[in-house]
């Protein structure tokens, strides 16, 4: 059934602890709750180490009749895997599934992620 909302997919590195990947599992589902007014659903894939990957994860978002979605990518620093990794798996899928994806600047470019960031830890300690 197709959306009004887009999806948001969360695309973080991947981990051999299976923690770690829950972990990421976890944050987007509080997003989903956060972010519902915004978007329909929040998905995660991964560039390496579990699963699913980018590719199949794009599958499952066309075959759920999703036409659109954004990609944060959940990770820190304009590395390679942010400026190249990331967009050439997830423009090679959207195009193949003819889907419409934006990609949104990676987590610590975001603008005012130091700010939160900060805020986080004076609340925290």
Request: proline fraction near 6%; aromatic fraction near 4%.
């Amino acid at each position: 059934m197709p959306q009004s909302l887009p999806t948001l997919l969360l695309i973080a590195h991947g981990s051999r602890r299976s923690e770690a990947n829950d972990e990421v599992r976890r944050t987007a589902d509080a997003l989903a709750a956060a972010l519902s007014d915004t978007y329909a659903a929040v998905r995660v894939a991964f560039l390496e180490l579990a699963e699913p990957s980018i590719p199949d994860a794009v599958a499952t978002l066309a075959l759920d009749g999703v036409r659109a979605f954004d990609v944060l990518p959940w990770l820190l620093s304009a590395g390679a895997h942010v400026q190249e990794d990331v967009p050439q798996l997830l423009h090679a899928a959207a195009a193949e599934h003819q889907l419409a994806v934006r990609l949104l600047p990676h987590l610590g470019g975001l603008d005012g992620f130091p700010e939160a960031v900060a805020e986080l830890l004076k609340r925290s300690f």
